[in-house]
């Protein structure tokens, strides 16, 4: 129903009236000047005194719309009366019959290109041209249909929220806009709803805030979610215009996972021979986290394990590397049993019912022997021999044995290109070196020779050691 009417403003002048018909509108043009206040007196129902018409935006019909009617109460229908329209779309938009003083709407408008027009109505006497009545402005409104769907003018959007955010945690918020008069009816009145997301989201219907709906989302089970948030107008009844966007949202990482070792033993391996100081072996915990929720460090925490053995953490690879503080021995101890634990370093206490944001492991490290090469008993030796002595005198002996606990029988040899091989000889198993043939001390007083050691069935371990005859 489309009511209009025309006031005038000083009602001594236009009185008018408003014509009830729906879907017409009409207006009265008051009588005389004297009797003007009068009429508004015998008018009181009314209440209300109009100076706008209406007319229906993006009319489609095959006639031209009625929009109102300018009347004089001058106007005795004899036709002597001239109504002139002036101003906004008058003589093009807006037709007036001058006689009967109908307007008529020729083109078909949009509210959302402009929502009114200004205009000037005259009533003359037609044949002195006289004004029967002072010229008068009204607006012609153009009255808003639903032909704007809601719009989400940005998106599509991305947001992010804590995983493990409690239910109704803010993610969002979302606005859609919608071109149709706020003002007049629901046709711009939106209610959001979500199409998809559920139940994991939800959102407010008169914001478009988007929150969480599901308690303990865990990042480590599902880091990703789309959510598509429609906006419909006519206040989300049928029949309503609907726009939707689409919402990615990502759970950021919280401290939810203690962490963990793989296995709850390990073995290692670590000769003797290793470095204090430098690493034998590395162990990792692993943790579900992300970034300093992942965090761990890494301590022995009994007393066997870290008198022999320390720990420190890679930040990098979050691998905790075992070194020796001191020199290991396999002839004395020949196993080490290490408990190592793992902690995170950046607990959140709205977690800490899950738990100790700890683990610990059993490291147990077998100490390996390592061949050593056997040692002679002094570093070099000093032995005398009478000149002119026959082949085959003993000069003396040298010794060697096998550090290793095993012990091995240790063989002797001397150096085959020195040139003592040609005046002495060595026992390979007593280590006793004799002359080969008589030595002459003019000829030469001093021979020095080499003579080496390695355990039996071993040949690479040699250790040398020199004669001096
Ligand atoms: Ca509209
Ligand atoms: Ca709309
Ligand atoms: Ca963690
Ligand atoms: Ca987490």
New binding site residues.
């Given amino acids: 129903m489309h009511l209009a009417a025309f006031f005038l403003r000083n009602p001594r002048l236009w009185a008018p009236f408003l014509d009830s018909c729906p879907g017409s509108a009409a207006v009265a043009v008051g009588g005389g000047l004297a009797n003007g206040e009068t009429e508004v007196h015998h008018r009181p129902k009314r209440g209300w005194i109009w100076n706008q018409f209406f007319v229906l935006e993006e009319h489609m019909g095959p006639d031209a719309q009625y929009v109102g009617k300018l009347h004089s109460n001058s106007d005795k229908g004899d036709g002597s009366v001239r109504y002139i329209l002036s101003g906004e779309g008058a003589g093009t938009i807006f037709i007036i019959d001058e006689v009967t003083g109908d307007i008529h709407a020729t083109k078909s408008l949009d509210r959302e290109r402009k929502t009114h027009y200004v205009l000037h109505a005259q009533a003359l006497d037609r044949n002195t041209e006289e004004a029967l009545e002072p010229k008068s402005e009204f607006i012609i409104k153009v009255q808003d249909i639903n032909d704007n769907a809601p719009k989400f003018p940005d998106g599509p959007f991305v947001a992010t929220v804590p995983?493990m955010s409690e239910v109704g945690t803010s993610v969002l918020q979302v606005t859609a806009t919608d071109a149709d008069d706020p003002t007049y009816g629901n046709s711009a009145r939106i209610v959001y709803s979500i199409l998809q997301g559920q139940p994991y989201f939800s959102v407010d219907p008169k914001t478009g805030i988007i929150r969480t709906a599901l308690s303990n989302m865990d990042?480590?089970a599902r880091e990703h979610y789309t959510v598509v948030i429609q906006a419909k107008d006519m206040a989300g009844q049928v029949g309503g215009l609907s726009g939707s966007t689409t919402i990615n949202i990502t759970l950021t990482?919280?401290?939810?996972?203690p962490p963990k070792f793989p296995q709850s033993t390990y073995r290692l391996y670590v000769p003797e021979s290793a470095q204090v100081g430098k690493p034998v072996g590395k162990i990792k915990a692993n943790d579900?986290?992300?970034g300093v929720?992942a965090d761990i460090k890494y301590s022995i925490i009994n007393s066997e394990g870290a008198n022999m053995f320390s720990i420190s953490t890679d930040r990098d690879t979050r691998e905790g590397i075992i070194s020796l503080k001191k020199p290991l021995n396999y002839e004395r101890k020949k196993t080490y049993t290490l408990h190592i634990e793992g902690v995170n370093t950046h607990v959140d206490p709205r977690f800490s019912y899950l738990g100790s944001f700890k683990d610990t492991a059993t490291l147990k490290i077998t100490v390996g022997d390592v061949d050593e090469a056997p040692v002679f008993s002094m570093d070099y030796y000093i032995l005398d021999v009478y000149e002119n002595s026959p082949g085959g005198t003993e000069v003396g002996s040298v010794t060697a044995r096998d550090p290793d606990s095993r012990n091995s029988p240790v063989r002797y040899f001397m150096d085959s290109k020195e040139d003592g091989v040609r005046y002495f000889k060595i026992d390979d198993s007593s280590g006793v070196i004799r002359t080969t043939q008589p030595l002459d001390r003019e000829d030469m007083p001093w021979h020095n020779i080499t003579v080496m050691a390695s355990e039996v069935g071993r040949y690479p371990w040699f250790y040398s050691s020199s004669c001096y005859v």
């Fill in positions: 995983e990042r480590e990482d919280v401290n939810d996972n579900e986290d992300l929720n």
